[in-house]
């Protein structure tokens, strides 16, 4: 069982940054890839990056890619997300993903967090 809480969410204006984090409660946070994903209203959920499970590598999809960065400390068992020049069409929830690879947080496998709102008026 992986219980993830994201947290950090809330409004910025264009040009602005947040910081999302998400705290991974339980045993096995260095066996899990962890990401981030995205559902703006009335779209489906979209992958936004990745990381895997020793940090080394990172992957992003090219809405966001230069404008947002993905960092985990495996010690305290978090992930982040920090997302500068933030534009309008970067609202929506935001959800941490732990799965076992890169690929599979990809493909939108594994475990998820109730996810958290970023809101940036247009």
């Known amino acids: 069982q992986v219980d993830l809480i994201e947290a950090g969410g809330g409004s910025a204006q264009a040009g602005g940054s947040l910081r999302l984090s998400c705290a991974f409660l339980?045993?096995?946070?260095?066996?899990?890839?962890m990401g981030w994903s995205r559902q703006a209203p009335g779209k489906e959920r979209e992958f936004v990056a990745a990381i895997s499970s020793d940090g080394w590598s990172t992957y992003y999809s090219d809405s966001v890619k230069d404008r947002f960065a993905i960092s985990r400390d495996n010690s305290r068992s978090t992930v982040h997300l920090q997302m500068d020049m933030l534009i309008s069409q970067d609202t929506g929830v935001y959800y941490c993903?732990?799965?076992?690879?890169?690929?599979?947080?990809?493909?939108?496998?594994?475990?998820w967090g109730p996810g958290t709102q970023v809101i940036v008026p247009s």
């Open positions: 993903n732990a799965a076992q690879s890169t690929d599979d947080l990809k493909k939108g496998v594994g475990s």
């Open positions: 339980g045993r096995g946070f260095t066996d899990h890839a």
